[in-house]
């Protein structure tokens, strides 16, 4: 089965006084998905954009850690664990070659998770392999996805 998802993207050259268009683009856009909020987005502060507005960088990220909390928790339904809550404060690191390119080489995963049933906290942490393993966007990206997972029983 496939789905297709669509984005729009619009970006207009916003003159900056004394520097030509093609010396000097604006980085920000919008992006619209459908009827959802319009996106603002920009480039990361270190390559110009408004520090401001959400970057490609912070939404691969988002993406990522959104992703595995939603396979964590089914998963975890699956295995009848109750999950009370669910943090993390994942990293991700982009290295940037001498000739501009660059790629993310890892993404950390440090999720903190508190269950209902003691008894299963072995289990609910070893569930992460799980949902790395179904999780979509993870399965579509090229660099690794580490876990540093953290349980407690309510």
């Known amino acids: ?4 998802f669509k984005a729009k993207l ?9 520097i030509p268009l093609s010396k000097k683009y604006t980085k920000t856009h919008q992006i619209t998905i459908d009827e959802k909020a319009i996106l603002n987005v ?25 992703c595995h909390m939603m396979s964590y928790l089914y998963v975890c339904s699956q295995n009848g664990i109750t999950v009370v809550s669910y943090q993390d404060n994942a990293v991700g690191t982009l290295e940037v070659a001498e000739n501009g390119s660059g790629r993310f080489v890892e993404i950390r995963l440090n999720p903190e998770v508190i269950i209902k049933e003691k008894e299963k906290t072995e289990l609910a942490l070893n569930l992460h392999t799980k949902a790395n393993e179904l999780c979509f966007i993870a399965n579509s990206c090229n660099f690794p996805i580490l876990h540093f997972p953290g349980c407690e029983a309510e």
Do not use: C, I, Q
């Not at 619009?10 to 004394?18: F, Q």
């Open 42 to 66: 920009s480039a990361a502060k270190a390559f110009k954009g408004d520090p401001g507005l959400y970057n490609p960088e912070d939404l691969l990220l988002s993406s990522v850690v959104s």
């Open 1 to 4: 089965m496939k789905h297709l």
């Open 10 to 18: 619009h970006w207009d050259a916003v003159p900056k006084e004394g």
